[in-house]
Nanobody, 120 residues
Framework: VQLQASGGGLVQAGGSLRLSCAAS????????MGWFRQAPGKDREFVARISWNGGRTYYADSVKGRFTISRDNAKNTAYLQMNNLKPEDTAVYYC??????????????WGQGTQVTVSS
């Protein structure tokens, strides 16, 4: 599976962005999808994950209630809707495909990352 993340950009605090993760290959629906992020000088951290059929989701406490993960298996695409963005959300965001896990090392495939910058 090859993943292509997009949708990042510069937004003011309180604004919204929707990230997309387009997958190639026929096995997209076999994998759970995760979103992770890495801020400058920090380790990559878990943001959200979604099961293969979208039936289960889980979020980091820092984004719960503001971010929504979803997927469309017919379009081989996963999404991360980010609302009420804060400056501390500034990071490179990565999508990943693998088991339903919050541990980045469990994931088999990674996108290239998309930059999200939130100004105060």
């Amino acid at each position: 599976v090859q993943l292509q993340a997009s949708g990042g950009g510069l937004v003011q605090a309180g604004g919204s962005l929707r990230l997309s993760c387009a997958a190639s290959g026929r096995s997209f629906s076999s994998y759970a999808m995760g979103w992770f992020r890495q801020a400058p000088g920090k380790d990559r951290e878990f943001v959200a994950r979604i099961s293969w059929n979208g039936g289960r989701t889980y979020y980091a406490d820092s984004v719960k209630g503001r971010f929504t993960i979803s997927r469309d298996n017919a379009k081989n695409t996963a999404y991360l809707q980010m609302n009420n963005l804060k400056p501390e959300d500034t990071a490179v965001y990565y999508c990943a495909a693998g088991p339903y896990s919050a541990i980045q090392y469990d994931y088999n495939y990674w996108g290239q990352g998309t930059q999200v910058t939130v100004s105060s």
